[in-house]
């Protein structure tokens, strides 16, 4: 979600790269180019401000490493303001002894994502601890109803009332059910507003008044922009805020949400919403946040989604395919619909570091081009997707034909497909070789120097 922000800070290090001393005056432009950047990704001004007098601190009048490159200690002191502006906290819910209850109170504005949030935290603690969900918006019984919908999908235990309209006795009611079943996480969703107001406020304080809540945590929309701030102080005086949990954070949108909220709460950033389904909640990482920004990716969230995407015994199905040059139209499809798991080439390249700052139309054209691909395999019969011999113009037709795909996209497919298998065939000679002159006790690039 930061590309735009990565694109102007890698742009202010480019400046700086490769200069053997780096003067005040080069690290205070750099910053005031980073400053603009965290402003322009809706960043608040009191935030950003905080961020430069932190980093200037850090940068100047330090005493030089030696060995070690002036514009790489630079950009390790902006990563570690990074990650102090964000908040290298507790991440995760914090959890009581299991023979003991935790109690997580959720609140937010209206829309912020409570409701789904408080589904996924359940999902994901639920071969951890025994949940219950508890519904408390009595102004909107849909969002009650869409609660007990979303603990059915996961089957998890909800409590909610739809007559009752005073949320602290659903809350009672609820507590002495989990005290009955022995359920010792209780997550509870409470009301919205579109925006603050005094009603709200006292309806949560009765709220966390009607037992030892562990945590509140505050749900905000990563979309919202600037607003966020403002809106992450008030409930902070009025209630008090233990964490925050950013939903919509795998959104294209500038992000400066989730750079605000420390400044604004004092409380670190606990979890991120990645995508609508039930099971896209990660815990945060500021480090790897910091990482993400300054354009040095996350591989570690990277691999993460490629175990998610295909199994061990796939990959090792598929490298023996390889091994043996025996790889088909099956195993490009299966590569396709594992890179469409992991979130499509531009999710992937935002992870790789150094390639965050590819063109977005062209990250467009090829994910675009990999959805035809895909429905012109799934055109091809059993045997044509073998690759066991070259598909003749009648077929090529026919494909193209029930693929709703031209010709030429059909030839390309071929083609591209004929250079991945002919790459592979070439690393296998490849790998050959290298043993063949190893057992000779030569390598590759002493056969190079006899040439």
Not at 290 to 316: H, P, R
Not at 353 to 359: E, L, Q, V
């Amino acid at each position: 979600m930061f590309e735009n922000l990565t694109k102007s800070i890698s742009g202010a290090f480019s400046k700086i790269r490769g200069k053997k001393v780096l003067s005040d005056k080069d690290i205070e432009e750099s910053l005031l180019t980073i400053k603009e950047a965290l402003l322009s990704a809706d960043v608040s001004l009191e935030a950003a401000n905080k961020f430069l007098e932190e980093a200037k601190s850090r940068a100047l009048g330090k005493n030089k490493l030696e060995g070690v490159d002036p514009s790489n200690q630079f950009i390790a002191d902006v990563n570690d303001t990074l990650i102090s502006m964000i908040g290298e906290g507790e991440s995760g819910l914090k959890l009581e002894p299991i023979e003991k209850t935790t109690i997580t109170l959720l609140f937010g504005l209206q829309g912020s994502g409570k409701t789904t949030t408080s589904a996924k935290l359940a999902k994901y603690y639920k071969e951890k601890r025994r949940v219950l969900l508890v519904g408390l918006d009595v102004h909107r019984p849909a969002a009650m109803e869409q609660l007990s919908v979303l603990a059915k999908e996961i089957n998890i235990p909800c409590h909610i009332d739809i007559k009752e309209k005073k949320p602290y006795k659903i809350l009672k009611k609820a507590l002495a059910i989990a005290k009955k079943e022995q359920y010792n996480l209780i997550l509870v969703d409470t009301a919205g507003r579109l925006e603050i107001d005094e009603e709200m406020m006292l309806e949560l304080r009765r709220v966390v008044n009607t037992t030892n809540v562990t945590e509140k945590l505050l749900v905000v929309d990563s979309t919202a922009g600037q607003s966020v701030y403002d809106v992450a102080k008030s409930f902070q005086s009025n209630i008090g805020i233990d964490g925050v949990i950013l939903t919509k954070f795998d959104s294209g949108v500038r992000g400066g949400a989730a750079l605000s909220l420390k400044y604004a709460t004092g409380s670190s950033v606990r979890f991120v919403g990645t995508g609508e389904h039930l099971e896209d909640i990660d815990v945060f990482d500021a480090k790897r946040v910091a990482g993400q920004i300054l354009g040095m990716g996350d591989i570690v969230k990277l691999v993460e989604k490629a175990k998610a995407a295909i199994s061990e015994k796939e990959a090792e199905e598929m490298l023996k395919k390889v091994i043996e040059n025996n790889f088909d139209y099956n195993d490009f499809l299966k590569q396709i619909e594992a890179t469409a798991k992991m979130g499509g080439i531009s999710k992937m390249s935002s992870m790789i570091p150094g390639m965050g700052n590819i063109d977005s139309d062209l990250i467009s054209r090829e994910e675009a081009k990999f959805s035809k691909y895909k429905a012109i395999i799934q055109s091809m019969t059993k045997k044509e997707r073998l690759a066991l011999f070259p598909l003749n113009n009648s077929r090529k037709m026919r494909i193209a034909k029930g693929s709703g795909q031209s010709l030429f996209e059909v030839n390309q497919l071929i083609k591209q497909f004929s250079m991945m298998k002919n790459m592979m065939g070439s690393s296998k000679k490849m790998d050959k070789l290298a043993k063949s002159l190893e057992n000779m006790g030569m390598s590759i690039d002493d056969l190079n120097k006899l040439m």
